[in-house]
C-alpha cells in the first residue's frame, strides 16, 4: 500500500469522528464564542454588544461571584475527599482475598447509575425527619442537621454525596495499583521497610500518574457539577434551584438559569467561556506542577 493511500485510509476511518467532532462540538463552540458578544433572547435576532456580557460578569454580576465561591468550595472539598476514598477502596480491593471480584463490582456499580436516579435517592438520605442519615445518628444521640435544607450543610452535603460516583477513579487506581512489579517490595522488604515506608516510597510514585488523570479528570468534572444541585435544591416553585439562599448556586447552574430561565443566550454563553478558561487555567497549572511529583518510569515526560 503506497503512503498517500495509508494516509487516505487513515482520514476515512477517523471520517466519522471528525464529522462528529466538527458538528457537535467545534461548531457548537464557535457558535457560543459569537453569541458571548451578543444579547439574543431568542425572540428577536442577536444584537452585538461586544464584550459587554464579559464585563458585566467579571464586574458587576454578584451572583456570578456567589457561584463560583460556591464551586471552588465544592471542587476543593470533593476532589481530594474522592481521590482518599478511591485510593484508599483500591488498595483494600488489591488484596487477593475470595470474593474480591463481586466487591470491586458492588463499589464500581454505583458511579454508572443515572445520576437523576442516584438525586433522588440522596433526597431520602438527606431528608431531616426521617431521612436515613439523621436515623442513624438519632440512634447514637445526636440531632442530625437540616442537610440540604440549611445554608450551613447544603454545600458539604453535597461533597458528601460526590463520594458516591469514586468507583471510576476507584477502578483506575486499581488497575495502576497491579501494574507495579511485586520485586520492588520484595527488594524493600529485604532491606527493613514496613507497610508505611513502602506506600510511602513506591506505591505512591509508582501511582503518581493515574493520580495525577484522576485529579485533572476530577477537577475538570467537578468544576462543572450540575444535576444534583439542579435536581436536589430546587422547590416547587421555579427558579428557586441553588437554594438555600444560593448556597448551592453552582457555576454551571448559574449559567443554565440564565439560559433557559432567564432566556439570555448571549450572558450565557459569555458565562460557559468564562468557565471554560477557568477550568483550562486550573489543567495548565496542574501540567505544570506535576513535573514535581509524577514519577514515570521511562524518565520524565
Known sequence: MTYGRERFMGYLYIGPWLIGFFLLTAGPMCVSL????????????PVQVGFANYASILTDDPLFTVSLVNTLFYVVL????GLGVALGLALLLDQKVKGVAFFRTAFFLPSITNMVAVAMLWLWVFNPEYGLLNSLLRQIGITGPLWLQSESWAKPSLVLMSLWGVGGTMMIFLAALQGIPGELYEAAELDGAGPLRKFLHITLPMI?????????????????????AFVMTGTAQPGTEGGPNNATLFVVLYLFKKAFQEFRMGYASALA?????????ATIVQMRMAKRWVHYEGGER
Open 78 to 81: 470533593s476532589v481530594p475527599l
Open 34 to 45: 459569537y453569541l458571548s458578544t451578543t444579547s439574543w433572547t431568542m425572540l428577536a435576532p
Open 208 to 228: 503518581s500518574p493515574a493520580m495525577l488523570f484522576n485529579l485533572v479528570v476530577g477537577i475538570i468534572g467537578t468544576f462543572q457539577v450540575f444535576t444534583q
Open 273 to 281: 467561556w468564562v468557565l471554560f478558561f477557568l477550568i483550562l487555567a
